[in-house]
Nanobody, 121 residues
Framework: QLQASGGGLVQAGGSLRLSCAAS????????MGWFRQAPGKEREFVAA??????YYADSVKGRFTISRDNTKNTMYLRMNSLEPEDTAVYYC??????????????????WGQGTLVTVSS
């Protein structure tokens, strides 16, 4: 199971850190990722981490940092310089296989519930 948390309301330019706690078999999978879905839009890939390799969507590169603490079975997404366009429900997910680059944008078969991030202008 995956449990996302850490969402909230923040002003533009601010920061938030999302957490995704994994339990059971999801804690030992090949890759984990973050996705988001804004109102009226399709879900989109945000970032992924596979072992020590990270990959980001162009829209968040340089502002967001994904990390993973295997001792706590927890994945994080540090979000800096937030913009109103980052407002969305953020979901964490896991996939069974290691990935590199664009392959990390798909193949996820376990999903957590979302956590809402609202960035005010």
């Amino acid at each position: 199971q995956l449990q996302a948390s850490g969402g909230g309301l923040v002003q533009a330019g601010g920061s938030l850190r999302l957490s995704c706690a994994a339990s059971g078999r999801t804690a030992r999978r090949g890759a984990m990722g973050w996705f988001r879905q804004a109102p009226g839009k399709e879900r989109e890939f945000v970032a992924a981490i596979s072992w020590s390799t990270t990959y980001y969507a162009d829209s968040v590169k340089g502002r967001f940092t994904i990390s993973r603490d295997n001792t706590k079975n927890t994945m994080y997404l540090r979000m800096n310089s937030l913009e109103p366009e980052d407002t969305a429900v953020y979901y964490c997910a896991s996939r069974p296989n290691y990935c590199v680059g664009t392959a990390c944008e798909q193949g996820y078969d376990h999903w957590g519930q979302g956590t809402l991030v609202t960035v005010s202008s």
